[in-house]
């Protein structure tokens, strides 16, 4: 019996609908090859040419659009004539907040053939799961301006950290931890300075742990833990932050793993209460947008998440193989990794290795 399940494609902006494109031609190369699952997949056009057109990036009651959907596969939003918290708000946080994806999660680690800035460093050295509180936090959207324009004006931008919500992403960054080899997790905050939410951070972190006595915790400044990716990368396993920390930390983290086209992200409603959604982390990128050589390998390894979540484990960890065959294969990189190769060529390469017997 062929599994089947439906899938919302969101390519979105700039290069999304490229590296969407290609992550569907490996979806369906897969679905065919294997038999064993069959994806229905239906396009969304919401984006910065919707909000032009009609002056919202996507309907109304688009989060409760997506509810009938197995997973949902994002591409990027942004374009240089919208402001980015319109965009953002208007789409990603949208939809991660009306459906609750609580938990981005995001793998890092130096795929082969892949080399990290940091001499000395290569796969194997560098394997981490970023976690990042995704409903609240800085990004609560609470605040305002007033006395707009004068000298007075004031601007407030207040995080939120309930109960509620840290307890919910600190159990789940354990159970990840644990189900690591390493069983180690890192707490990252910034108690030091912000002492109201991220002293709760820190003691509902510590109530947390006596549930998992056998994972290893400590806690990082999220300013020391920027040096401690940086310069003993081999030290981190798990990381757990709040959704403004682990934003910037899973840029440097991909940075570090050797390009941003490369990283993926999972945006999880862990008790499968809503659909959840996966993306490259990289953005609409419009200085190489239109030029085919958007590099789609963070999307393949989205796709390779989006799997896992769907059950599908075998053609998951099928796809991954075939993402490091390519990534190992010089004469299949894009640019951003040195080489010549297109988005088309990359993709034509992810398939021949989807082809090759194991
Ligand atoms: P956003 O504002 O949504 O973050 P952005 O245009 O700033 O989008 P980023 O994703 O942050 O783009 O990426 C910064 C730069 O990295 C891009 O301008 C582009 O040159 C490069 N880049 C990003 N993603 C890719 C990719 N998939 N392939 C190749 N280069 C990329
Ligand atoms: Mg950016």
């Not at 069959?38 to 990036?57: I, N, Q």
Request: aromatic share 6%; glycine share 8%; proline share 6%.
């Amino acid at each position: 019996m062929t599994r089947i399940h439906r899938i919302a494609a969101i390519p979105g902006d700039g290069i999304g609908p490229e590296v969407v494109d290609a992550a569907l031609i490996a979806l369906d190369h897969l679905s065919r090859q294997t038999n064993a699952f069959r994806l229905e997949v239906d396009r969304f056009d919401w984006g910065s040419e919707r909000y032009r057109r009609e002056g919202a990036l996507m309907p109304e009651d688009g989060a409760r659009q997506l509810l009938p959907y197995d997973a949902i596969l994002f591409g990027a939003v942004g374009a240089p004539d919208v402001p980015d918290h319109v965009t953002l708000w208007g789409l990603r946080l949208a939809i991660c907040q009306g459906l609750d994806q609580y938990a981005n999660v995001r793998p890092t680690r130096i795929l082969p053939g892949i080399s990290s800035p940091l001499e000395g460093i290569g796969p194997g050295d560098l394997d981490w799961v970023i976690v990042r509180e995704n409903s609240e936090g800085e990004y609560a959207g609470q605040g305002g301006r007033s006395h707009r324009g004068r000298p007075h004006e004031i601007a407030t931008e207040t995080a939120i950290f309930t109960r509620t919500g840290v307890e919910r992403i600190m159990r789940f960054a354990f159970t990840l931890a644990r189900s690591r080899p390493r069983k180690r997790l890192t707490v990252v905050t910034k108690s030091n300075a912000q002492r109201y939410g991220l002293v709760l951070w820190d003691e509902i972190a510590a109530e947390v742990a006596t549930e998992f006595p056998d994972v290893t915790w400590d806690k990082m400044l999220v300013d020391a833990m920027t040096v401690r990716m940086t310069l003993d990368p081999k030290s981190l396993d798990t990381i757990v932050a709040t959704n403004l920390h682990a934003d910037i930390l899973s840029d440097l983290a991909a940075a570090l793993a050797g390009s941003i086209g490369i990283a993926p992200t999972a945006n999880l409603n862990p008790e499968r209460r809503t659909p959840s959604m996966f993306e490259p982390i990289h953005g609409s990128a419009f200085d190489i947008t239109g030029k085919g050589v958007a590099n789609p390998v963070g999307t393949f390894w989205s796709a390779a998440m989006m799997l896992e979540h769907l059950g599908e484990d075998e053609a998951a960890a099928r796809l991954m193989r075939a993402v490091e065959a390519v990534t190992a294969d010089p004469a299949a990189r894009t640019p951003d990794l040195g080489g010549t190769a297109t988005t088309a060529q990359m993709t034509e390469r992810l398939c021949a290795a989807l082809d090759a017997k194991d």
